[in-house]
């Protein structure tokens, strides 16, 4: 996990400066497909970006 910063992001057709934070993931291909990364990943994303959803579970 990177540092949260400001960063430019197109939002319905206008530029916004929006707080972002890189994620990134090291895995051993010889154990772990990469579709199961990504997904482990999406689901961290989703789960950061929705904190409720970790602590009720949803």
């Not at 291909?29 to 689901?43: K, M, N, P």
């Amino acid at each position: 996990m990177h540092a949260i910063k400001d960063r430019p992001m197109a939002v319905n057709g206008q530029v916004e400066i929006l707080p972002m934070m890189y994620l990134a993931l090291s895995y051993d291909h010889r154990l772990i497909d990469g579709r199961e990364s990504v997904g482990f990943l999406v689901t961290i994303k989703e789960l950061l970006e929705d904190p409720t959803r970790l602590l009720l579970d949803v």
